[in-house]
């Protein structure tokens, strides 16, 4: 099955500074990669997602991008806030899009 | 809409008792499923399903069973529950007809003693 896995565990950033997190994935027929973002005491949140078809994708301050060719994909946050402050989970789902596969989650601490 | 719901947030239960976690969506969504999440290890697939009536395994099935009698609903049982069993388990729906785009509910905190 698929194995995805996520670098680094947790991450300490200075307010305005930008984070970098990356995920490496072992199928190479995985073709969704999406970005969960939880905060303490709740559900994972959807915060950006890209297909195999698609090398980058950005929205505001967050922007994913994709190697299928190297099985890696990272997620960038620039001008990072407080309120970004959060664990962060990569995944990838299998060929069929019937199950998800995540990474093992980064903390993200963003001191004011 | 109220989204992903589940009841309920917390629960303790004895080894070897059995009980139903709950999970509802009032979106329409075909796709649901549930995960477990433990200390550093993210989250993992229990069972998931693809529409009323059709379910499949996920990547940790044993011990639990699932239904789904209604687009609705998605309940999570525990037949005889083992301290491995205590984690955070999470329902999510997706309207598409796979596991993109998932919606997730705010999770049931289990622990087995």
């Known amino acids: 099955g698929e194995n995805v896995e996520q670098h680094p565990s947790t991450l300490s950033v200075q307010e305005g500074d930008s984070a970098v997190i990356k995920c490496t994935y072992s199928?190479?027929?995985?073709?969704?990669f999406p970005w969960y973002k939880q905060e303490l005491g709740k559900g994972p949140q959807l915060i950006i997602d890209?297909?195999?078809?698609?090398g980058e994708k950005k929205d505001q301050r967050i922007a994913v991008t994709l190697n299928k060719t190297a099985k890696h994909f990272s997620l960038h946050i620039t001008e990072t806030q407080p309120e970004d402050s959060a664990v962060y989970f990569c995944?990838?789902?299998?060929?069929?899009?019937?199950?998800?596969?995540f990474g093992g989650g980064t903390r993200l601490m963003v001191k004011p | 809409n109220a989204g992903v719901t589940q009841t309920p947030k917390f629960q303790v239960l004895k080894t070897g008792q059995s009980m139903t976690l709950q999970c509802a969506q009032d979106?329409?969504?075909?796709?649901m499923s549930w995960y477990r999440q433990d200390p550093g290890m993210g989250l993992r697939l229990i069972h998931y399903?693809?529409?009323?009536?059709?379910?499949d395994q996920g990547e940790v099935p044993n011990g639990y069973n699932v239904s789904r009698s209604t687009t609705e609903d998605f309940p999570l049982r525990l037949l005889s529950a083992a301290p491995s069993q205590t984690s955070v388990y999470f329902c999510?729906?997706?309207?598409?007809?796979?596991?993109?785009?998932?919606?997730f509910g705010p999770g049931t905190r289990l622990t087995v003693t």
């Open positions: 999510a729906s997706s309207m598409a007809s796979g596991a993109y785009e998932q919606y």
């Open positions: 199928d190479s027929a995985s073709n969704y």
């Open positions: 890209i297909r195999s078809n698609v």
């Open positions: 995944a990838a789902v299998n060929n069929a899009g019937n199950m998800l596969t």
């Open positions: 979106m329409n969504h075909e796709y």
């Open positions: 399903s693809v529409g009323a009536g059709i379910t």
